[in-house]
């Protein structure tokens, strides 16, 4: 079982999301701006990290940067989302998409 940290600002999307995950057999650890997902990540490192790209305090491009730029986290998978532009960020999935392409970008970041 992978652990998934996802984050999101938005209620609705994540408890959408958590669920498809949960169903497919991963462990989700929910963070609702891109501060509190860089304390999970250095506190306990999930196996891969699924971001909004959009959001208040932290963005995902502020949360990208400093997960690379830690030891620690550098090396955690991150699947982008959002249904604004395209980050560039890859791999990315642009709002609204479906659980089985969600689970598909998670199974390729974290096989077996």
């Known amino acids: 079982m992978s652990t998934v940290l996802l ?10 999301l958590k669920d498809v995950l949960e169903v497919g ?6 963070a609702y701006n891109g ?3 860089i304390e999970h ?4 490192p999930p196996d891969v990290i699924i971001t909004d790209m959009m959001m208040p305090v ?3 491009y502020q949360l990208i940067a400093q997960v690379r730029a830690s030891p620690r986290t550098r090396e955690i998978p991150i699947i982008a989302i959002s249904a ?3 980050p ?4 990315f999935l642009r709002k ?3 659980a089985r392409a969600l689970l598909a970008e998670v199974q390729k970041a974290v096989p077996g």
Do not use: M
């Open 7 to 16: 984050v999101d600002d938005e209620v609705d999307v994540v408890e959408v």
């Open 25 to 30: 057999g991963h462990r989700v650890v929910v």
């Open 35 to 37: 501060l509190d997902a």
């Open 41 to 44: 990540a250095l506190a306990q």
């Open 58 to 60: 932290c963005d995902g």
């Open 84 to 86: 604004g532009a395209d």
């Open 88 to 91: 560039g960020h890859r791999p």
């Open 96 to 98: 609204p998409f479906g």
